[in-house]
């Protein structure tokens, strides 16, 4: 099996007139892709269901792929307990364009419409118009030689990682922002996870914990553990 890799020195050319270019172009279109994410992204639960298993990033010792993770992940179905996980992945996908987003502030999941109602049937303010507070809520894809995963990254942790406030980020011109991205798109970083099951669900939550580029000593690390 071959593997592509890129650093901040590769150039890449998208949709190259030659034939075998056109070649990849058309297999891209009908290949079929997995659709795993490896836990629901989507519809986290109240943060208070997270905050009942708050762990210390230190604590966490078990380093996962992309695979195994998901394995890991599936096993808690059913279950309301909870997993952990470190590992390193490349962030494939940075969705900077929609990553502001105005959230209840007693749930902390996103107010949708101008009437400011809560949706979320955990929340105590549910289909009740509710203080929002404005923050990050960033999609990030996550890939190594195993798999791809979708997940979010929100609150200080998303700060963290863009280095920025969202106030900051909203008076950004859109060069600006296009440099933040390539300067974390398609490297590799080291991921805290957590999964989840709530009272009220049946399909794991997954929140990302920490996540900031791998030094060279955490790639080292990796590799002797787990190759």
């Known amino acids: 099996m071959l593997t592509a890799t890129a650093d901040a020195k590769t150039i890449i050319i998208t949709n190259p007139d030659t034939r075998r270019g056109h070649c990849l172009f058309q297999y891209a279109q009908s290949a079929p892709i997995d659709s795993q994410d490896g836990g629901d992204c989507s519809a986290l639960p109240d943060d208070s269901f997270f905050q009942q298993c708050a762990v210390d990033l230190n604590s966490i010792k078990d380093l996962f792929t992309i695979e ?3 394995n890991a992940v599936s096993s808690l179905v059913g279950l309301h ?3 952990h996980g470190l590992m390193m992945a490349v962030l494939t996908h940075i ?3 929609d990553c502001i987003a105005q959230k209840c502030s007693l749930c902390k999941r996103r107010v ?3 009437n400011q109602i809560c949706q979320n049937r955990d929340c105590s303010g549910f289909q009740h118009p509710t203080t929002v507070e404005t923050g990050f809520d960033l999609l990030l894809v996550l890939s190594d030689h195993t798999g791809s995963i979708t997940c979010r990254i929100s609150g200080p942790e998303a700060e963290a990682l863009l280095a920025c406030t969202p106030e900051e980020f909203l008076s950004m011109g859109v060069a600006r922002v296009q440099e933040m ?3 974390l798109q398609l490297e590799w970083a080291k991921v805290y996870l957590q999964a989840f099951v709530s009272p009220t669900r ?3 939550s997954v929140r990302v ?4 580029l791998a030094e060279l000593s955490d790639m080292k690390m990796i590799q002797e553990k787990l190759y």
């Open 209 to 212: 914990l920490s996540c900031c």
């Open 81 to 83: 307990q909870s997993c």
């Open 112 to 114: 949708e419409g101008e």
């Open 95 to 97: 969705g900077l364009s």
């Open 202 to 204: 049946t399909i794991p």
């Open 68 to 70: 195994t993770w998901r």
């Open 181 to 183: 991205k390539w300067n």
